[in-house]
């Protein structure tokens, strides 16, 4: 179809918001900026669409937007930044059927096109159907739907079996074009069981990065659909969220220490597992844990996943400037999977007005531990476990972890003796310069806050 210059153009101008937006996301400092500009985008290229002429189903298509956009703005008010995962496989999935159902609608009307669009079409279908299934999978396992990781006798041949006939279909669809309906049908109905089979095996503990995943998948999908409807906006926006999810996936596999191909094909083993640890958790108080950093010159604070759930994120930075002002060097050190999703500690942090140059990476501080008089950990636990540099046995065996125990004295806030996530025990907790301060991060560190103002 031969498109106005003017809706091109509105496009074209939309996918470059929508590059600049994602350039504002990878800071901090820029990310809400960067949130906006990509919304203003997505306006131009949807109001755009609605300047397509000739287009038949206005109707439907302001109902559609009405009804979708209406579910979004209500779930994202209400989401807990805890429950963001989820959020993001279910948003992620819906892109990926989109997508898939761009290429149904292109199969059904029969139109002939070249060899190389109806290939990017089966493609972007199968992709995409994969992404929506795997991605429904994966929100009904975060949100606690489905409890089960569900293997499959010979797993990995049925899914090399039907990721062939997928592909075999998808052959043939092109080979045939216009292909017959009962091809159409099968294939996607393959695609899509594909997609659950695939994702149904894997553990709650690696589906951020499985959701990771069938986000670049979705923006492959959604790129060649775009070559399909001949929209510019489509194609950028789906090839910068493909390389984005690529560059992520890639780096939370690296991170938790597992190859990708371990987490689609093998996966972890229940939670749990490791060596015994021997020793006992000595406790400490309130009072305690306030002088030793008060009188410290160097803390360094290491946030986690307790620490979101607890919102303790203001008190915490309250509890740092009261510290700076007494003369104590406070540093916060992050670990790339702390917390539930990539950059979770680094969004609380900033909320609560933590200033960039006192937030650092691993490979930054790690070197840094041995001079702190305290490293003070809240709510975190994996990212912290020395078994990982040891026990061979352990689950999270070969995860980079922060050099907490090499700290002169270790500070763990924590409410009791839970595990993290990978429901392993903490050989820190057990070590002879560690005390456990128990109890929620938030009243906890309202506690400290209380007697360093006290020590004045
Ligand atoms: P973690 O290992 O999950 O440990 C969190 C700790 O916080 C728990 O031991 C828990 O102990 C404590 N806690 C929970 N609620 C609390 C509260 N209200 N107040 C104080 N403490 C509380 O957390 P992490 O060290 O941040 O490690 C993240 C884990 O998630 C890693 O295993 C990582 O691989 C995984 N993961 C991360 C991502 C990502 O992208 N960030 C993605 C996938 C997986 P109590 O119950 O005793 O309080």
Redesign the pocket.
């Given at each position: 179809m031969n498109l106005p210059l003017y809706v091109q153009g509105a496009w074209f101008v939309g996918a470059l918001l929508f590059i600049a937006g994602l350039k504002g996301m990878s800071s901090p400092a820029s990310a809400r900026k960067g949130i906006v500009i990509a919304g203003y985008g997505m306006l131009i290229a949807i109001a755009a669409t609605f300047l397509v002429p000739g287009l038949k189903n206005l109707g439907l298509m302001a109902l559609a937007l009405a009804v979708g956009g209406a579910a979004a703005w209500i779930s994202g008010q209400k989401v807990k930044m805890t429950d963001m995962p989820q959020m993001v496989a279910i948003y992620n999935g819906m892109g990926g059927g989109a997508a898939a159902a761009i290429a149904a609608v292109e199969f059904a009307k029969g139109d002939a096109h070249g060899v190389v669009t109806t290939t990017l079409a089966v493609l972007g279908a199968l992709i995409g159907a994969v992404s929506f299934t795997g991605s429904c999978v994966a929100w009904a396992k975060l949100q606690g739907v489905l409890n089960k990781a569900i293997r499959l006798p010979a797993q990995n041949a049925i899914n090399v079996l039907l990721a062939l006939n997928a592909i075999g279909l998808g052959i043939a669809m092109i080979v045939m074009a216009p292909a017959q309906p009962e091809l159409i049908y099968f294939f996607f109905a393959i695609a899509l069981v594909l997609g659950l089979i695939v994702t149904l095996p894997i553990g709650g503990?690696d589906m951020?990065?499985v959701i990771s995943l069938f986000n670049a998948f979705t923006g492959l999908a959604v790129g060649f659909e775009g070559y399909v409807l001949g929209n510019p906006a489509l194609i950028i926006a789906g090839i910068v969220v493909g390389a984005a999810g690529t560059l992520l996936t890639q780096l939370?596999a690296k991170a938790?220490n597992r190859p990708l191909s371990n987490i689609l094909f093998t996966p972890m083993a229940a939670a749990g597992g490791g060596e015994a640890i021997s020793g006992t958790m000595k406790e400490v108080g309130a009072i305690d844990a306030a002088a030793m950093m008060r009188y410290a010159s160097k803390v360094i604070i290491v946030p986690?996943?307790?620490m979101a759930?607890?919102h303790a994120q203001h008190k915490v930075w309250e509890m740092t400037a009261l510290l700076e002002e007494a003369g104590v060097e406070v540093k916060f050190a992050i670990?790339p999977?702390?917390?539930?999703?990539?950059g979770?500690m680094n969004v609380l942090l900033a909320e609560a007005g933590v200033p960039y140059d006192k937030i650092f990476d691993l490979e930054e501080i790690n070197g840094e531990f041995g001079q702190a008089d305290v490293a003070l950990v809240i709510?975190?636990?994996?990212?912290?476990n020395p078994s990982a540099r040891t026990d061979k046995s352990s689950p999270?065996y070969g995860?980079p972890i922060l050099d907490a125990d090499k700290a002169q004295n270790v500070i763990v806030?924590?409410?009791?003796?839970?595990?993290?996530?990978?429901g392993v025990e903490n050989a820190l907790f057990y070590t002879d310069n560690c005390r456990m301060l128990y109890g929620?991060?938030q009243p906890m560190a309202g506690e400290i806050i209380q007697h360093l103002k006290a020590m004045g």
């Open positions: 503990a951020p990065v939370m938790m986690g996943y307790g759930v607890a670990h999977v702390a917390g539930r999703m990539p979770h709510g975190a636990n994996d990212v912290v999270i995860m806030i924590k409410r009791g003796k839970g595990t993290g996530y990978s929620d991060a």
